[in-house]
């Protein structure tokens, strides 16, 4: 959309970003940023144990602890890893390099044929191989592993000194640490420490012992990625109080907003979400609520299969070249009961201008007709949600299609729940 005609202007936009902060904690797609809230009214219980993990561990590699530890705490480790000095006993032919051993080196030559060239000595050397030090590793390899299942695929084009913009996308900056972890593994003296398969508490006991005050850092650090992997709800409840993903694109962000309106309002009709999804996540539903007997589906970005079989546009589509993917609406809305099943497409303007609104209105009108074939077996309505310009009229249940502003689509949305036969 022109700049110039933004039917937004900054307090509008802060406004929209407000309202939808309570749920953005679920919106993990990639053309996103850092942005901070008030509150997060958290619904987790819902959310499948796969993309609790996910939601979880980006979270963790967002936080200011992880920060911390790749561009302070960690370089000063390195520089500086905490050692032990270690009495070895080294056996070698015509070398000696330590404080010869008589009595180990007689019984060695003794049992070798009575070879002279043997001897046995001690040598004092340093050792690495300590629990802080596997508690490091094991942080590094494992931010390393999480940071690489987001990253950009450009991150090791980066350089040493990268930084991600402050405003930036999140996987910018995830892409950052991937490459960083990347190049701290491979310094020699990390090959003289040992990898663990799982962190324990014992770990963190350790580097609390230390004299360096970046280890006692690493243990907190270290305990946050223990209640990651083994609690991740908690931490998740902990974290995103303040701290959630914003899109970067106004559009994507007001199409989220009405996500949440249409979410906000099924419940106000009595509807009860059994299941929470990560927008962006694995599955292709957001959300499931249940009502009576009743079960709705919302989707974003996603298309029931019901969609994908019926489309009418799509097959001639591909014989002629042109795509093998649907056009997808921007939201919709599937509810079952028993033999009845109910579709609303969603499509979202924010614009003002009657021209767009009117674009809008005939992709609307095209969706219904790709799609017809559905009505069949289910009945099929279509929603077009600008963000001012539209005449405010009442929605008439059965009406084929509705059209609203942001200020009127409540009623609109409530006014077909109400009235869908459960």
Not at 3 to 23: E, F, K, L, M
Not at 139 to 145: A, D, G, S, T, V
């Amino acid at each position: 959309m022109n700049i110039t005609s933004d039917c937004w202007d900054g307090r509008v936009h802060q406004d929209i970003s407000n309202y939808a902060s309570t749920q953005l904690w679920r919106y993990v797609r990639k053309n996103a940023k850092e942005n901070e809230a008030e509150e997060t009214l958290l619904n987790l219980t819902n959310i499948s144990g796969r993309e609790l993990h996910m939601l979880a561990n980006i979270r963790y590699l967002l936080s200011d602890e992880v920060r911390e530890l790749i561009w302070n705490i960690a370089p000063k480790i390195i520089s500086r890893l905490s050692k032990a000095s270690v009495n070895e006993t080294i056996t070698e032919r015509n070398q000696v390099k330590g404080r010869i051993n008589w009595q180990k080196t007689l019984g060695t030559r003794a049992v070798s044929g009575n070879d002279k060239s043997l001897f046995v000595y001690s040598q004092r050397s340093q050792m690495f191989d300590l629990p802080e030090n596997r508690l490091f590793l094991h942080l590094i390899e494992q931010i390393n592993k999480m940071a690489k299942l987001f990253a950009d695929d450009e991150y090791l084009s980066l350089t040493w000194y990268a930084e991600a913009e402050k405003n930036g996308k999140w996987t910018n900056k995830i892409s950052v640490i991937a490459y960083r972890t990347e190049k701290m593994l491979k310094i020699p003296v990390i090959s003289k420490i040992s990898s663990v398969k799982e962190l324990n508490h014992k770990f963190t006991v350790s580097a609390r012992r230390c004299r360096a005050k970046e280890y006692k850092r690493l243990a907190e650090i270290g305990e946050d990625y223990i209640l990651v992997k083994q609690n991740p709800l908690d931490y998740l409840d902990r974290e995103l109080n303040g701290n959630i993903l914003e899109p970067l694109n106004k559009d994507t962000l007001y199409e989220t907003a009405v996500l949440f309106k249409t979410m906000e309002t099924a419940s106000l009709c009595g509807w009860q979400e059994v299941k929470t999804s990560l927008i962006g996540g694995a599955s292709n539903s957001v959300c499931i609520y249940q009502k009576n007997l009743a079960e709705m589906k919302i989707y974003m970005q996603h298309m029931p299969d019901m969609f994908k079989e019926s489309s009418l546009y799509g097959p001639l589509m591909v014989d002629y070249g042109l795509s093998n993917k649907l056009r997808r609406p921007d939201i919709i809305l599937e509810i079952s009961k028993d033999e009845q099943t109910w579709f609303l497409i969603i499509e979202v303007k924010r614009s003002k201008q009657r021209a767009y609104l009117a674009d809008g209105t005939y992709k609307l009108f095209g969706y219904l007709k790709d799609f017809e074939k559905i009505t069949e077996n289910a009945c099929l309505t279509g929603f077009l949600v600008g963000w001012s310009g539209v005449n405010a009229i009442e929605y008439m249940p059965g009406n084929e299609v509705g059209l609203f502003n942001w200020t009127d689509y409540l009623n609109g949305i409530k006014t077909y729940l109400d009235n869908i036969s459960l």
